[in-house]
């Protein structure tokens, strides 16, 4: 049967046993971290992404905001998993205050308020992971993502937590809102043939900054992560010798 596009169908057949639970190890230290802390994150079952997504710049993560702090569980956990980092908790609470201490830094204030989240990057960021776990309403999910994506650093990550059901968020409009994303990754330069992609190691002047900046979204059952790179730049391989040439896209 041939497809047309954006269809999909898969006739049903059982699943068979994997030798593996999951892509990732279950048995890791933040499920471990989780555990002792308990945030709500680990209910929902978003530990095992963030560790599959994590686990190997934990060393080097420097810089850190959740937004949403709550009662302070997560932040406790974060700063033990990142060793290295302040991690920057953000809350419309004054009274999470209180969690201030070690490498958690508080800092109180909406945010729906775009002015607030700007001073804020411009005062303490760039941020190498930035997480909002806060209002959970879609308004405020897309205002704080725009407002602050910007201010992650190069390779930096950005996590929408809670999206969709789970949330009243019945329509996805989070979810569908983040989707053409996805379009601005695969940006391809006009007048570029195919067969000159590895030569492709810049894109030309007046190119989006998201066609520029984005290199990845992961869409897991009510979490998103989202991956600041290089376009084209990071891809190590396109830089070949002189003797084969660079194609720069005008």
């Excluded at 905001?65 to 302070?72: M, P």
């Excluded at 002047?205 to 979204?217: E, F, H, K, L, Q």
């Amino acid at each position: 049967m041939s497809l047309s596009s954006g269809q999909l169908l898969f006739a049903e057949r059982p699943s068979d046993p994997s030798p593996f639970p999951f892509v990732a190890d279950h048995d890791n230290p933040l499920t471990a971290l989780g555990a002792k802390y308990d945030p709500s994150k680990r209910w929902h079952n978003y530990l095992i992404y963030y560790w599959l997504h994590f686990r190997d710049i934990r060393l080097k993560v420097t810089r850190m905001l959740e937004i949403g702090v709550a009662t302070g569980e997560s932040i406790r956990m974060w700063e033990e998993f990142f060793p290295n980092a302040i991690i920057y908790g953000m809350d419309i609470d004054p009274k999470c205050g209180k969690y201030e201490g070690g490498r958690r830094k508080i800092l109180i204030g909406d945010q729906g308020d775009i002015s607030f989240l700007q001073r804020t990057a411009q005062e303490v960021g760039p941020f190498d992971i930035i997480i909002d776990d806060a209002s959970h309403r879609v308004e405020h999910q897309l205002t704080t993502f725009n407002a602050l994506f910007p201010h992650l650093t190069e390779n930096g990550v950005y996590v929408i937590e809670d999206t969709g059901g789970c949330v009243g968020d019945f329509s996805l409009r989070t979810i569908n809102t983040l989707k053409p994303i996805i379009d601005h990754i695969m940006y391809w330069p006009k007048d570029v043939q195919p067969s000159d992609w590895a030569k492709l190691t810049d894109f030309p002047a007046g190119t989006p900054w998201i066609d520029r900046n984005v290199i990845g979204i992961s869409f897991y059952r009510w979490i998103v992560f989202v991956m600041r790179g290089k376009n084209p730049q990071g891809h190590p391989f396109l830089r070949l010798p002189p003797s084969h040439g660079q194609l720069t896209a005008t």
